[in-house]
């Protein structure tokens, strides 16, 4: 295939809507553009005053900014970036090049975490039974209660956390368990690892967390493992994958995926398989007696492409690596470990290692014995650190019901959410960016977490919180971090600290790994009998299954409005969820886009729209978690449906037994897939490894040549400058963390849901998503195309502007001038690309004090009727230039790197000067795979991609 099929770029059966702009919507959306606030009052503005300083800071100077290196905790992992800083704001976040699990990358929910720094939202004071309270006020009724525990040693206290990886904090609760022996630690995590846990104590006889070597792999087969976005690894592994998906290295690995549910690892397969969920574990159980006797026992309706996938993991045996998903059960993963086992990738692409959280366990058996307890009474003080049970705990545990029988409760948490609602005390926790603390990421390396400004609303950390448990007064989160450190390294503490927070890791505290993971050292242990377990068959019919929502994930990101207005990658979905059916599955139930429909499983039911989604495995819906939020913030709360609802403990992944009904209303659904088409245009390209090894310009025509086209314009003479890019589609995993870091670079504004389903968003850049379904749309290939302005040298724009407000700069970027544009939007007429964004009006927020922070200095802030795009991230280059000029050298290659590409996990996106024959972009210029979009219109692109290139088995038809 030497072309990817784009006729089918909208999604099936779906309309496009134009409404009227709802002004009280858009004016409370408006006054929180980039997420959340209210308008002000109508008095006038307060005098106020600056003052220099005395003595400035000797490492603070004006316009320069400043880069701290740290760790964001995401559902207890930590991810080490670098933080950057203009004059004690933080404004920016990137990726921590030296850090093991990130590599320099940054994904969606890092890049948006600075905007939760500044939310108004967030809970900025203490609140006592609805009523607002004090710090001190709290010490003083937790000492009472504490005191009161000391007879009994703890007996009815409990403290129920998130998953905690926190050296300093695991210290400080196995301190506060040893005061109080009865006294016992509940953990839940909405997402968590349950299966792989319970897999490992079953197989090994203890809990050992695997750790993949995706560089190392030259085939993988994921049993609905989503590794490049789900797992706490991801960084790294999207990083190792994609350095595997070049063809000119000649080292292409190969990947098979077994899903229900599309996902960015789906899309990235040679071979995917639309299956239901519960139908993998016969499949995982099929290949395991493949590679013992030869023959792979599988229903007949799953049989197609399994002996040819375990005929290459045979022939690839130590260079494979089969993994499972977290929505598998526990008999997948023990068929996973036997099949990595049998195939001699155990030390090779697979190794296990101790968890890296602290006191690791199976957390819906935790917090389902933390709810007996509390419906027998046995609580009597329940301290929650983090985390939201209320809404998120499974729907059969009725957590809130038996959470109002404790009689003494606290919440400590960013929001005051729905738990907070149900406390007697609800504590303002701090954002990570300004408070000290530590984490582990998912290979065991610590980092200290370092704050870049104070508090803003006056929150405290759990580890004050869990110092006044244990009745140890009132010390810094700095005192209580350090005081841990300096136990653990004795020996010139001082040098250690101050390289630990330089580098933002901690050498020498990973955990190594465990070479023989089996208690005895012959055997593995294997529950039941003697070999893997025999999966039983699934129930026929319809199965739900429940997934973390792609932007939002378990509901803690509702708030943000970078991530509600970011497109789901594969649905281009925003601010929304829905329920999601294969085309087959909706025509048999007499659904289509935008249908309200009631899904009832196990007596609870929940409302949702209907989005019929090419690649869904038939008779297999999906719901999404994270919305339905009641009191998530003013931008978060009331949108969606809450599919923890009908979620249970028992199947938190997968149900049967459920009923749709339509309920014969309509829900608009805002999809920004219609938009922006360049439809009916070679503007994707693609090719399997053998078509391109035939031919390996198969992606280039004679337009791409520039020399090809006459012209009667002189050349520009050259500079010392050039600029240009490449995006390799190979690589792309359209993971959106370049969407989000151009946001947050670029002060780029949110306009809300209505203003969307106008066309009005006002990303500068976009992942567009091409597929190629054939008729029925059961299983296509998916392909992301990262798309922005491409810097024409032969602008459209620039001749047909009547004020010169876009212009071509002489080392070929495409500007613009603000504060000449007056309007006319003719350039955006004129671009065949569509990738430049009109200001309808002033979205940009500067009546939230907080909010104001947060811009980038260096970027102009737009008004209503400019027209704005991307600029190459031009402030970057012009601070390359000085520093470059102060040395009296050229700017290096690699020196400037943009938003986008800083924040790429798969290292898809280079920027560099074209002049500079050295350079790593001229290099890839060269690729025979380069191509640039639409050159037959001889715009002359800066920014060329490279064509995506599959691997896929001779033995497997492309479209199965």
């Known amino acids: ?38 308008l002000t009052a109508c008095s006038p503005p307060a005098n106020e005053k600056i003052v220099p300083y005395v003595r400035p800071p000797e490492e603070i100077v004006p316009g320069k900014p400043l880069f701290f290196a740290t760790a964001m905790p995401i559902a207890g992992y930590g991810v080490g970036l670098l933080a950057e800083s203009h004059l004690g704001r933080p404004t920016k976040i990137e990726g921590n090049p030296e850090h093991p699990a990130s590599l320099g990358a940054a994904d969606a929910f890092a890049q948006a975490s600075v905007l939760t720094l500044y939310d108004p939202d967030r809970s900025q004071v203490v609140i006592n039974a609805g009523r607002i309270a004090t710090w001190e006020a709290f010490l003083e009724a937790l000492v009472v209660e504490i005191q009161g525990k000391r007879a009994s040693q703890g007996q009815g ?58 560089d190392r792999a030259a085939v993988i087969l994921s049993l609905e493992a989503d590794f490049l976005a789900s797992m706490p690894g991801r960084l790294r592994y999207a990083r190792e994958f994609s350095s595997r998906r070049r063809p000119v290295e000649g080292n292409m690995n190969r990947l098979y995926v077994f899903e229900s549910t599309p996902t ?51 022939a690839r045996r130590g260079e494979s690596l089969v993994l499972a998903g977290a929505s598998q059960p526990p008999d997948v993963h023990i068929l996973a470990h036997h099949i990595n086992a049998a195939l001699g990738n155990v030390g090779a692409t697979i190794d296990y290692a101790a968890p890296a959280e602290f006191d690791p366990t199976e957390h819906g058996e935790s917090l389902r014995t933390l709810v007996d307890e509390m419906r027998s009474g046995a609580v ?22 038996h959470l109002r029988n404790v009689r003494f409760r606290v919440h400590h948490s960013l929001y005051h959410d729905e738990t907070s609602d149900l406390c007697h005390w609800h504590i303002p926790e701090t954002h990570y960016l300004e408070s000290w603390g530590d984490v582990r990421a998912f290979d065991g390396t610590a980092t200290i977490i370092q704050p870049l400004i104070d508090p803003l609303y006056g929150g405290k950390t759990p580890y004050e919180l869990m110092t006044a448990l244990l009745g140890q007064g009132s010390r810094s989160s700095y005192d209580i971090v350090r005081s841990y450190w300096s136990g653990v390294q004795k020996q010139d503490f001082e040098a250690f600290w101050r390289k630990a927070l330089h580098d933002g890791k901690i050498d020498g505290k990973i955990d190594g790994k465990i070479e023989d993971p089996s208690p005895s050292g012959r055997e593995w242990r294997v529950a039941p009998g003697e070999g893997p377990p025999v999966p039983q068959p ?10 973390p929502d792609p932007t939002i994930f378990d509901g803690r990101f509702a708030n943000n409005g970078w991530l509600q207005e970011l497109p789901k990658p594969l649905s281009k979905i925003v601010w929304d969820n829905v329920v999601q059916m294969s085309p087959a599955t909706a025509a048999a139930l007499g659904l289509k886009n935008e249908d309200m429909i009631e899904v009832r499983s196990r007596g609870r039911t929940i409302q949702g729209p209907v989005w019929v989604a090419p690649g869904q495995a038939d008779n297999s819906i999906a719901v999404f978690l994270g919305y339905g939020r009641t009191r998530a913030g003013r931008v978060g709360s009331n949108r969606g449906y809450n599919a923890y609802a009908i979620r249970t403990s028992t199947a ?96 780029v504004p949110v306009v809300g849901k209505a203003q969307v389903l106008n066309h009005r968003e006002m990303h500068w850049l976009r992942v567009d998503l091409y597929d190629s379904a054939t008729e029925s749309r059961a299983n296509p290939e998916f392909l992301f195309q990262p798309m922005m302005c491409v810097h024409c040298e032969n602008a459209p724009c620039e001749p047909v502007c009547p004020v010169g407000a876009t212009t071509h700069s002489v080392e070929g970027l495409n500007e613009m001038t603000y504060n000449r544009c007056v309007g006319t939007r003719y350039c955006s007429n004129n671009c065949p690309y569509k990738v430049r964004r009109f200001n309808f009006f002033q979205y940009a927020v500067t009546e939230v004090p907080s909010l104001k922070l947060l811009y980038n200095p260096d970027v102009t802030v737009r008004s209503r009727g400019v027209m704005e795009k991307c600029t190459y991230c031009v402030q970057r280059i012009n601070a390359a230039r000085i520093e470059a000029k102060k040395e009296d050298r050229p700017i290096r290659d690699g020196e400037i790197v943009t938003a986008c590409q800083s924040a790429c996990p798969a290292d898809a996106i280079v920027f560099g000067n074209l ?31 490279l064509a995506r290139i599959w691997n896929p088995n001779p033995d497997i038809s492309r479209k199965a």
């Not at 134009?18 to 858009?26: D, G, K, L, V, Y």
């Not at 309706?301 to 993991?313: E, M, Q, S, T, W």
């Not at 198969?698 to 791409?704: E, K, L, Y």
């Not at 191509?931 to 920014?943: D, F, I, S």
Request: proline share 8%.
């Open 157 to 214: 206290l409990r403290i129920l956390t998130e998953t905690v990886t926190s050296p300093t904090l695991a210290w400080q609760i196995d301190q506060f368990l040893k005061m109080f022996p009865a006294a016992r630690w509940h953990r839940y995590e909405p997402v968590g690892a349950d299966s792989m846990r319970t897999a490992s104590r079953l197989l090994f006889g203890r809990y050992a967390d695997p750790r993949y070597r995706f």
């Open 380 to 401: 009597d003080i329940l301290v929650i650190l983090g985390g939201n049970p209320v809404y998120a705990a499974p729907a059969d545990l009725e957590f809130e019901k």
């Open 264 to 314: 960015i690892t789906g899309a990235m397969a040679d071979h995917r398989f639309p299956v239901r969920s519960s139908d993998i574990p016969a499949l995982a159980h099929g290949i395991w007696t493949a590679l013992q006797s030869g023959g792979a026992d599988v229903p007949e309706g799953l049989r197609h492409g399994i002996d040819a996938i375990v005929k290459d993991l045979y």
């Open 1 to 38: 295939m030497s072309s990817v099929n784009q006729g089918n770029e909208f999604p099936h059966d779906s309309t496009l809507h134009a409404t009227e702009a709802n002004r009280r919507e858009f004016l409370a959306l408006m006054a929180a553009s980039l997420g959340l606030a209210g």
């Open 538 to 547: 699934p129930p026929p019919g319809l199965e739900l299954v429940f997934r």
């Open 652 to 747: 938190p992944w997968t149900a049967h037994d459920i009923e749709i009904r339509k309920t014969g209303q309509r829900y608009l659904l805002a999809s920004t897939q219609h938009h922006h088409s360049m439809e009916d245009r070679n503007v994707v390209r693609g090719a399997a490894l053998k078509e391109y090894k035939q031919n390996p310009h198969f992606a280039q025509t004679p337009s791409d040549d520039p020399k090809a086209l006459p012209t009667l314009y002189p050349e520009r003479p050259p500079e010392s400058n050039a600029w240009g890019m490449t995006i390799d589609l190979g690589a792309c995993i359209g993971c959106n963390a370049c969407v989000v870091a151009c946001q947050a670079e670029n002060n």
């Open 915 to 945: 002049l500079d024959p050295e350079s790593r972009v001229s290099k890839l210029k060269q690729d025979p795979r380069n191509y640039g979009v639409l050159a037959e219109l001889n715009t002359r692109p800066r920014t060329t991609y």
